[in-house]
């Protein structure tokens, strides 16, 4: 059974970083690619950056994330991250890891960012 389990959310003010982390299982994770989405209060969810499976050389990030977020991939430890870095109180919102499997989507629990100005 695939699950998903994010973590790393918290608190900050804004200009400060923080790592998320997904710790994925019950699926050949190094073949997929994954997503980090968020959904703030009101708002639909929305893309926020994804890699490329194996290597993980293929990147994309939202226009409003760009040059400020990161993700990668950790094959052996089947984790995949959100390095986010000068936050901003835009970036409030919780956020959920994602793959997708025969057609079905898979999210985990979600971790709350909270970026204070």
């Known amino acids: 059974q695939v699950q998903l389990v994010e973590s790393g959310g918290g608190l900050v003010q804004a200009g400060a970083s923080l790592r998320l982390s997904c710790a994925a299982s019950?699926?050949?994770?190094?073949?997929?690619?994954m997503y980090w989405y968020r959904q703030a209060p009101g708002n639909q969810r929305e893309l926020v950056a994804s890699?490329?499976?194996?290597?993980?050389?293929?990147?994309t990030y939202a226009h409003s994330v760009k040059g400020r977020f990161t993700i990668s991939r950790d094959n052996a430890k089947k984790m995949v991250y959100l390095q986010m870095n000068s936050l901003k109180p835009e970036d409030t919102a919780v956020y959920y890891c994602?793959?997708?499997?025969?057609?079905?989507?898979?999210w985990g629990q979600g971790t709350q960012v909270t970026v204070s100005s």
């Open positions: 994602s793959c997708r499997l025969k057609s079905r989507d898979y």
């Open positions: 019950g699926m050949l994770f190094s073949s997929k690619p």
């Open positions: 890699i490329s499976s194996n290597s993980g050389s293929t990147t």
